[in-house]
């Protein structure tokens, strides 16, 4: 199974990994690895995380129940 950019549906080669391009790999692979990374004009980025999502801590949950009963 080839890799794929995330969000692109384009295969990727290792060709154009950061790594390979900078001599960095070590790796003699027929495809790309996990550590696959874009080598983009502005250099190495790091990978795109999710969003974190905050909730509210329990206590305030337990606060508003109470102020409810009030
Ligand atoms: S790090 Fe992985 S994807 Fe990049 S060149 Fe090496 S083997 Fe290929």
Redesign the pocket.
């Known amino acids: 199974m080839a890799?794929v950019a995330k969000g692109k549906g384009e295969p990727?080669?290792?060709?154009q990994?950061?790594?390979?391009q900078k001599m960095?790999?070590?790796?003699?692979?027929d495809?790309?690895?996990?550590?696959?990374?874009a080598n983009r004009p502005d250099g190495l980025s790091p990978p795109r995380q999710p969003v974190l999502l905050m909730r509210p801590p329990r206590w305030a949950n337990e606060r508003d129940r109470s102020d409810a009963a009030a």
Request: charged share 25%; with cysteine; glycine share 0%.
């Open positions: 890799a990727v080669s290792c060709e990994c950061y790594f390979r960095l790999c070590a790796l003699d692979l495809r790309p690895c996990a550590s696959f990374r």
